[in-house]
């Protein structure tokens, strides 16, 4: 009972440490030594390294240590002794003491003879890992080396790369200067258009508004020419009317006439009268001379209404003739005023076309003259244009040879790292004769720079 409650607590105080255990133990490295010791079987040894469930390194060492609990203190002292062997930090921190490796328990099964032989064991282990970390060694070197030289393949690249990117950003900074330049011929041709168009505005709409000027000068003439006519012709008139006025009987000729006028009405009434006296006087008397009185007196009378009657007419055509000479001859001076009206607005219109005439032919000038400074203009921008895509395409060429140049260069730079790799690779495989390689190497590296 004693036993089992020392073994208890061996274990109990083992489990306080079984973290750090499970996260440290490698169960392939102790299972030989603890099946040297009889303390596991080989189905154990089995079921914790081969078990299928158990992939992980901490569960087998879980699993390992649950097999060495149910062993008791005989599994407990080889558990010690293995990490005495294999971990010695770790069992100076379960146990706190330094390892002493005597290693009884397994002298105690196996002798001293299982003992030297588990040594042996472990010496060619240790041997056999020591060649094979020497290989492995190698085997870095070698592919540190290679590696080197993949870096300095790819250090060369990456130059090259940096050197394409730079041509490509110096490019691409070309393209947008040249773009900004393009952009700014473009706003700059636009607003020489639009100056150009505005100008041509303002010049028409100075020619329309000088038109309108001649035209208003030319209706103002024509209606001062029309007021002078008709001015001329109201003063013509009112100088008629003057001399009619002048011309026309005073109240004393209109009085005499009258008078006489008078007269002669009282005349013919006493003519009449005494043709009637005597017409009865001589009624009984001469009866037949009467009628023959009578028929003289009104032929005498029918002669003298006649006479009268003549001379009223001639009187009224006389009034009626100068009444038609007086609108003949104020038509005929309107007449010769239209006539001078119209020759005057024919020598104004003549002189309009001619001024028309002459605008058209400046204008026309102008017109040449633009076109041609215009094809002129045209002509010196093509041949700038030309010129610079020449200048372009030589710098082009000019950069494209100076990229082969580079990629020529690095391919030389890349080409003397290798054999650099190459004699430092010499060098370390054949130590001693590397004199002549070294100056090889300097005289090729001379040569490529």
């Known amino acids: 009972m004693l036993e089992e409650d020392s073994d208890e607590t061996c274990w109990n105080n083992l489990e306080n440490f079984r973290v750090k255990l499970i996260s440290v133990i490698d169960p392939s490295r102790i299972t030989p030594y603890l099946r040297q010791c009889k303390v596991i079987s080989h189905d154990d040894e089995e079921q914790v390294l081969n078990d299928p469930s158990l992939v992980m390194r901490k569960r087998k060492a879980g699993v390992l240590l649950d097999i060495l609990q149910r062993t008791g203190h005989k599994g407990f002292e080889a558990f010690l002794e293995s990490l005495e062997l294999y971990y010695p930090q770790l069992y100076k921190k379960i146990t706190g003491k330094e390892p002493s490796r005597v290693f009884s328990m397994i002298i105690d099964t ?50 090259l790369l940096h050197k394409h990117q730079e041509r490509a950003q110096k490019m691409k900074e070309e393209r947008d200067s040249l773009s900004k330049e393009l952009r700014k011929c473009k706003d700059e041709n636009y607003n020489l258009a639009m100056s150009y168009a505005k100008q041509s505005e303002e010049k028409s709409a100075a020619l329309m508004k000088n038109r309108d000027l001649i035209l208003e000068i030319d209706s103002l003439k024509h209606s001062l020419m029309k007021a002078e006519d008709d001015c001329t012709l109201e003063r013509k008139h009112t100088m008629k009317l003057k001399h009619a006025i002048e011309q026309r009987p005073s109240h004393e000729v209109m009085w005499e006439i009258q008078q006489e006028k008078e007269l002669l009405l009282a005349k013919n009434q006493e003519l009449e009268n005494t043709l009637q006296q005597v017409a009865r006087e001589q009624n009984l008397e001469k009866s037949l001379s009467n009628e023959t009185l009578e028929n003289d007196c009104s032929q005498i009378l029918e002669e003298r209404r006649e006479l009268m009657n003549t001379i009223y007419s001639l009187r009224k055509e006389l009034q009626r003739s100068e009444v038609l000479q007086d609108k003949y001859a104020e038509e005929k001076e309107m007449l010769e005023l239209q006539c001078t009206s119209l020759r ?15 605008q058209m032919e400046e204008v026309a000038s102008e017109r040449d003259q633009a076109l041609l400074t215009r094809e002129q203009f045209y002509m010196q921008y093509s041949k700038n244009l030309v010129e610079r895509d020449a200048y372009r395409k030589q710098i082009r060429e000019l950069g494209e040879r100076c990229d082969e140049m580079q990629l020529q260069l690095f391919q030389k730079e890349s080409q003397l790292l290798a054999t650099e790799a190459k004699l430092k690779r010499l060098q370390l495989e054949l130590p001693t004769p590397t004199s002549d390689l070294d100056d090889t190497s300097s005289r090729d590296s001379q040569e490529v720079s």
């Open 110 to 159: 196996a002798g001293e003879s299982g003992l030297s032989q588990l040594l042996m064991n472990e010496i060619m282990k240790l041997q056999s890992t020591v060649q094979e970390e020497r290989r492995k060694a190698q085997e870095l070197t070698v592919w540190l080396h290679t590696k080197e030289d993949t870096i300095r393949e790819m250090w060369v690249r990456d130059s």
């Open 344 to 358: 005057k607005d024919s020598q104004m219109y003549k002189k309009r076309i001619d001024a028309v005439m002459q």
